[in-house]
Every structure is written in C-alpha cells, then in structure tokens.
C-alpha cells in the first residue's frame, strides 16, 4: 500500500503550468491578431507592409517564435526533471525499504482515525493487506484502541512518544514504537511509527534480572557479613548478616554511619581505614576489633575501593568474618606445639640416654657374663673329677645360665636397635635374603625347608629382613617334635602388599595364646625347658610394623603353625608378578 502526499511534486506542478500558460497566452495573441484584429489591424500585407515596414514585420514573426520555443522548451525541461526526481524518489523509497526489511525495523502511518494510509512491505508479508483496517485491528487483533496507546499520547501532546508493545499476532513478540506526528500539506495530523524489535533486548535484561537475583540471593545469605559506603563514609547498603548483628534490617542501613553503631574510638578507627582506601584507591586486607552483642570479636576484613565507569572512587566495599574461634585455636595449637617441642627434645635426649645405657649396660654386663663362663669351664675342666655327679650338673647348669643371660642381652640390644638406628634402604632380593638365612641355621636332616613360590624384590633393610627370617625359621624348627619335619614359606599379593606366610607341621598352639607369642619374655614354657629367650618374635613384629606391615598367627593343636606377615608392594624387581601358593599347608 502506498502513501503519497498532497503537497507531492507541488514544485514541478507549478513549474508546468507557468510554462503552459505562457505559450498558450502567446497563441491566443496571434489568433487574435489575424481573426480579431480590429480595423487597423487588419490591412492587407501590402498595407502593413507599407505601414509597418517589412523590418518590423519579419521582427513581429520570429519574436512569436520565440516565445512559443522558450515556452516549449521550459515545459519539456519540468516534464523531464519531474520524472528523474519521480525515479530518485522511487530508488529511495526501495532502499529505505531494504534497510527496514534487514534491520527488522517496521514503519507505517496512521491517521488520527487509527487509520493505516501506508504500511512496509516486511510488515505486509505477516500481516497481509490492510485496506480499511484499523491499527489496533491489524497488528493486535483488537476492537478498540489499545490501553496507553502511543498515537493518542503523541497527537495530544504534538511531540514524539516512545513506549513498549508486544505483538499478539507474533507470539507477543516485543517491539519498541517510536511515535512521530507531523502535518501533510492540507494540514492533517498523522503519525509516523518506527517499530523495532527488541527481542535480544529483553533476553538481555532478562538473563540480567536473573543474574541479579542469583547475586542478591548470595550476598544475602552468605555467613559473611557485606556492606557499602559512598565517599562520605555513610552507609549505602548491606546484606543480611552484617544487618542481624547490628539489630536492624539491611533496608535501615541507608544514611548511616559507624558513629550511630559503633564507640567512638572504634568508629574513628573504621572511617581511617575507609579513607585510606578511598585515597589509595586499593584493596586493603586486614585483621581488627568488632563488637557483636557487646563482646569483643576479631573480624578478617577485605576492603575494596568501588569505582564508577570513569575509574573514579565513589565508595567502598568491604566483607569481613569472625575468626575469633580461629584465632584461639591458633593460640592453643602454638601452646600445643610449644609443649609437643619440649616433650619431643625430652624425649630425644631420653631415647640418647636410654641407647647410651643400653650400650653400656650391655657392655658391662656381657664382661662378667663372660668371665664367669670361662671360669666355670675352667673348674669343670680343672676340677671336674673332683666333683661328684649332681656337682658336674650344678656346674654345667651355671654355664648355661650365663650364655642364657648373654643371648638375653644380645636379644634385647637388637629388639632396640630396631627403628632406632639409621635406616638405609636398598633393593632386596628376599630369594637371596632367604637361601642365605638357611645356610646360615643349618636346619636338622629331618625338617626340610621349602620355598613355594619365587618371592619378590622390596626396598628396604637387608639385615631387617635377615631378621624376620631367621627368627621365624628358628621359631619353627625348635617346635617341630615329628620325625619328619617340614616348613614352607610363600608370597602372593594382595590388596597392594606383599602376604607372606611360614608353615610348619610342628605341636601347634590353641588361639588363647596367639596374644602372648609377639611379646617380649613371653614363652608359652619355662625357660628351663626351652633355648629361645622369648625376644625373636617381638623383633619380627617390630620390624614388619615399622614397614607399615602386620603379622599374625595361625593354628591348632597338634596340626602346626602359619605365621602371617605383610610388606607394602613395590612395583620394582619383581620376579614373579602371579604369585600363586597354598600358604595354607593344606590345612
């Protein structure tokens, strides 16, 4: 639908009906002349020529011409100008059109009627043709004119009027209407109306809001207490917590100062620190005094200057929370760590004295043990025939006494040494480790020692696991009564550790006593009846528990002994990565 103005080419109109009147003035004037002359006039040419002189005649003649070419001549020029403009204004008019089509922007004009008296073509393509439609019929599909209609406030008022709709017909898609009023050229009002759309817009704000509701909800239920203030030091806002402590509601905050919540002193103290942060514009962190319910608390504070979009300082920003529980126990864990310090150097230089002891005492006591072995030899040697039956016996028992109490020390200087000597790890073959200790103990003829499966390589000390070894293997050959003795060690692994476990087919023992077996002099006999010193065990729980390992023990009467100790896994020197065994002995 197209909308052409009164006052359209009213320039060119003019133009060419000056032009028309002059010619045709110019041929009434001649017709004259020759039909209507009056008596004068109409003389033969003879007579004119006579009269007027062939001069004035030929004169007369080309000035008609004249005037009827010039007359011509302007009224070609207004036709020609008229339709270049008409097609200007016409290439305009398209490429107005392109530009509203591409940015989605809408134009019509309305009368003062709600009459449509021009409409886009984009607009026409959704809304079809709107011949004899009211505004508020075709774009809203309404009966009358919509509630704070922008064409009714824009022709009362005569100025230019921006509001907000939304289309019904297009999912009420939202657009925003700039109004514009002017006259045609009979003097009627109309309006204008550029519509956009403001979809992404409203998303925007949308996605905005929602952003803001999110932060407030934050800021408002966060434990730590928030607040804002201009560069006069006056309270702009605050969130819920700071608001509780201070017996308000964060709406009450606005127009306050630290003077109305705070001592003197104390208030004089917050506003310096604002102003520093004002002038440095920087961000302070710090650790102060804050009184909650009259009680002193300590607060870590961060402030911050607000700065508006020109980099000025127009406020400050400050967030801070209690630490005063965090701060005791900061006090007390220094305390703890003052005491723990002292006991550990007490216990330093008790462990220094008890391993000089150890040193010594075992020194001074191997030294007479000793001589008294040699000298009660001597007297056996000597003097043996001089000693009845029972006297030799007495004799002998002394000796063993003393190499009894010798073993003792020994045993008693290793069961130490373990954990308190310095340590030096390596890479153990426990296959060598365990052919070696078996050379070296010389088992019976009657007790075979088997190894079931390859065992694997481990960082750690090689005399430890000399230790564990020979101790068990003793343990089990010394308890093995049957003629024909057997013991098995293996290895699996399991759980990221190393399970090894030594089986023999010995006397066994009930599980009442499985507490006793690691512990240090404890011997399920009388020391009479046994060689051991009742130190070995409690050396293989101590080595296998340093290592972050643990041992136990399986049994019955009569059916044997499984001793069971674990070594953390190290992925290094494995022989045998599928170690499979029955390290239950069939039982």
């Given at each position: 639908?197209?909308?052409?103005?009164?006052?359209?080419?009213?320039?060119?109109?003019?133009?060419?009906?000056?032009?028309?009147?002059?010619?045709?003035?110019?041929?009434?004037?001649?017709?004259?002349?020759?039909?209507?002359?009056?008596?004068?006039?109409?003389?033969?040419?003879?007579?004119?020529?006579?009269?007027?002189?062939?001069?004035?005649?030929?004169?007369?003649?080309?000035?008609?011409?004249?005037?009827?070419?010039?007359?011509?001549?302007?009224?070609?020029?207004?036709?020609?100008?008229?339709?270049?403009?008409?097609?200007?204004?016409?290439?305009?008019?398209?490429?107005?059109?392109?530009?509203?089509?591409?940015?989605?922007?809408?134009?019509?004009?309305?009368?003062?009627?709600?009459?449509?008296?021009?409409?886009?073509?984009?607009?026409?393509?959704?809304?079809?043709?709107?011949?004899?439609?009211?505004?508020?019929?075709?774009?809203?599909?309404?009966?009358?004119?919509?509630?704070?209609?922008?064409?009714?406030?824009?022709?009362?008022?005569?100025?230019?009027?921006?509001?907000?709709?939304?289309?019904?017909?297009?999912?009420?898609?939202?657009?925003?209407?700039?109004?514009?009023?002017?006259?045609?050229?009979?003097?009627?009002?109309?309006?204008?109306?550029?519509?956009?759309?403001?979809?992404?817009?409203?998303?925007?704000?949308?996605a905005l809001r929602d952003s803001e509701n999110k932060y407030r909800t934050?800021?408002?239920?966060?434990?730590?207490?928030?607040?804002?203030?201009?560069?006069?030091?006056?309270?702009?806002?605050?969130?819920?917590?700071?608001?509780?402590?201070?017996?308000?509601?964060?709406?009450?905050?606005?127009?306050?100062?630290?003077?109305?919540?705070?001592?003197?002193?104390?208030?004089?103290?917050?506003?310096?620190?604002?102003?520093?942060?004002?002038?440095?514009?920087?961000?302070?962190?710090?650790?102060?005094?804050?009184?909650?319910?009259?009680?002193?608390?300590?607060?870590?504070?961060?402030?911050?200057?607000?700065?508006?979009?020109?980099?000025?300082?127009?406020?400050?920003?400050?967030?801070?929370?209690?630490?005063?529980?965090?701060?005791?126990?900061?006090?007390?864990?220094?305390?703890?760590?003052?005491?723990?310090?002292?006991?550990?150097?007490?216990?330093?230089?008790?462990?220094?004295?008890?391993?000089?002891?150890?040193?010594?005492?075992?020194?001074?006591?191997?030294?007479?043990?000793?001589?008294?072995?040699?000298?009660?030899?001597?007297?056996?040697?000597?003097?043996?025939?001089?000693?009845?039956?029972?006297?030799?016996?007495?004799?002998?028992?002394?000796?063993?006494?003393?190499?009894?109490?010798?073993?003792?020390?020994?045993?008693?200087?290793?069961?130490?040494?373990?954990?308190?000597?310095?340590?030096?790890?390596?890479?153990?073959?426990?296959?060598?480790?365990l052919s070696e200790v078996i050379r070296e103990i010389a088992p019976p003829?009657?007790?075979?020692?088997?190894?079931?499966?390859?065992?694997?390589?481990?960082?750690?000390?090689?005399?430890?696991?000399?230790?564990?070894?020979?101790?068990?293997?003793?343990?089990?050959?010394?308890?093995?009564?049957?003629?024909?003795?057997?013991?098995?060690?293996?290895?699996?692994?399991?759980?990221?550790?190393?399970?090894?476990?030594?089986?023999?087919?010995?006397?066994?023992?009930?599980?009442?006593?499985?507490?006793?077996?690691?512990?240090?002099?404890?011997?399920?006999?009388?020391?009479?009846?046994?060689?051991?010193?009742?130190?070995?065990?409690?050396?293989?729980?101590?080595?296998?528990?340093?290592?972050?390992?643990?041992?136990?023990?399986?049994?019955?009467?009569?059916?044997?002994?499984?001793?069971?100790?674990?070594?953390?896994?190290?992925?290094?020197?494995?022989?045998?990565?599928?170690?499979?065994?029955?390290?239950?002995?069939?039982?």
């Open positions: 639908m197209r909308y052409e103005p009164k006052n359209c080419n009213l320039k060119r109109s003019k133009t060419f009906r000056k032009s028309t009147v002059i010619a045709a003035v110019a041929v009434v004037l001649f017709i004259l002349a020759i039909v209507f002359k009056p008596a004068e006039i109409a003389l033969t040419w003879h007579q004119a020529r006579e009269k007027w002189g062939v001069d004035e005649l030929i004169i007369a003649a080309l000035t008609l011409v004249l005037v009827l070419y010039i007359s011509l001549w302007w009224n070609w020029m207004a036709l020609h100008k008229g339709k270049r403009a008409k097609q200007e204004i016409e290439t305009l008019k398209q490429q107005i059109e392109f530009i509203i089509g591409a940015t989605k922007t809408g134009l019509d004009i309305i009368d003062s009627q709600f009459n449509i008296r021009y409409i886009d073509p984009e607009w026409q393509k959704v809304y079809d043709d709107p011949t004899g439609k009211k505004c508020y019929e075709y774009f809203m599909g309404q009966n009358e004119v919509c509630p704070g209609c922008g064409i009714v406030k824009a022709l009362e008022t005569k100025s230019i009027t921006v509001t907000e709709e939304v289309l019904v017909k297009e999912n009420n898609r939202p657009i925003q209407v700039t109004t514009i009023p002017f006259q045609d050229s009979s003097g009627e009002w109309l309006v204008a109306e550029v519509n956009v759309d403001i979809s992404e817009r409203k998303k925007a704000e949308e934050l800021v408002e239920n966060l434990p730590q207490k928030i607040f804002l203030k201009d560069t006069n030091f006056v309270y702009i806002s605050c969130n819920e917590a700071y608001a509780r402590d201070l017996k308000i509601g964060p709406g009450e905050i606005a127009g306050k100062t630290d003077y109305d919540f705070y001592p003197k002193k104390l208030a004089e103290k917050y506003r310096g620190d604002d102003k520093k942060i004002i002038e440095s514009a920087e961000t302070k962190d710090i650790e102060e005094e804050y009184l909650q319910d009259g009680q002193k608390r300590i607060v870590h504070t961060v402030k911050t200057s607000v700065k508006d979009e020109k980099g000025s300082v127009v406020g400050v920003l400050g967030i801070f929370w209690d630490i005063t529980k965090f701060k005791q126990a900061e006090e007390e864990m220094e305390s703890m760590n003052r005491k723990l310090q002292a006991t550990v150097e007490e216990l330093t230089q008790s462990n220094n004295e008890l391993q000089e002891f150890v040193h010594v005492a075992s020194h001074d006591l191997k030294t007479p043990l000793r001589a008294i072995g040699i000298l009660a030899d001597w007297i056996l040697t000597d003097y043996g025939d001089k000693f009845d039956e029972p006297g030799r016996e007495r004799v002998k028992l002394l000796v063993g006494r003393a190499k009894r109490i010798d073993e003792l020390i020994n045993g008693l200087l290793q069961y130490f040494q373990v954990g308190h000597t310095r340590r030096k790890y390596e890479e153990v073959d426990l296959n060598i480790v003829e009657n007790i075979e020692i088997t190894i079931q499966s390859e065992l694997p390589t481990v960082i750690g000390e090689q005399r430890r696991m000399v230790q564990i070894f020979q101790n068990l293997l003793n343990n089990a050959i010394k308890y093995i009564e049957k003629p024909r003795g057997e013991i098995k060690v293996g290895c699996v692994e399991e759980d990221g550790f190393w399970k090894f476990s030594v089986c023999d087919n010995g006397s066994g023992i009930e599980q009442k006593y499985f507490g006793k077996l690691f512990k240090v002099f404890q011997k399920l006999e009388s020391h009479d009846e046994s060689e051991g010193t009742g130190i070995g065990l409690a050396i293989v729980k101590k080595i296998v528990e340093l290592y972050g390992g643990r041992v136990w023990v399986e049994s019955r009467p009569r059916e044997g002994i499984t001793f069971f100790f674990t070594l953390p896994k190290k992925e290094m020197g494995v022989k045998n990565a599928k170690l499979e065994t029955n390290i239950a002995c069939g039982r």
